[in-house]
């Protein structure tokens, strides 16, 4: 099981920028497809961004022209870059990790869920 931890995250003001970390505890990272989550209160956990292991990405369409994933097998850590934030965007991250963009997209991550990082976005 691999299994992740979270950083970065912090309360910024409307228009601000975080750039969030994930590192995984596996060198296998380079095989698989991974993914940033979120959750806000009261609603569910929906798939923000995702990268293969060859950089081809995906974003959800909330997100997309403001947030960019990118990863670094060598360190084994995914990064997703948050520009232009807004309120909507508060929820706790996560991140986690399937064996391609399309079982990710379909039957889901496969990766312990680990304690996420909070992003505020509030003036």
């Known amino acids: 099981q691999v299994q992740l931890v979270e950083s970065g995250g912090g309360l910024v003001q409307p228009g601000g920028s975080l750039r969030l970390s994930c590192v995984a505890s596996?060198?296998?990272?380079?095989?698989?497809?991974m993914g940033w989550y979120r959750q806000a209160p009261g609603k569910q956990r929906e798939l923000v961004a995702a990268i293969t292991s060859r950089g081809s990405t995906n974003y959800a369409d909330s997100v997309k022209g403001r947030f960019t994933i990118s990863r670094d097998n060598a360190k084994n850590t995914v990064y997703l870059q948050m520009n232009s934030l807004k309120p909507e965007d508060t929820a706790v991250y996560y991140c986690?990790?399937?064996?391609?963009?399309?079982?990710?997209?379909?039957?889901?991550?496969?990766?312990?869920w680990g304690q996420g990082t909070q992003v505020t976005v509030s003036s």
């Open positions: 986690n990790v399937a064996s391609s963009m399309t079982a990710m997209m379909s039957a889901g991550p496969i990766g312990s």
């Open positions: 596996r060198s296998i990272f380079s095989i698989y497809a």
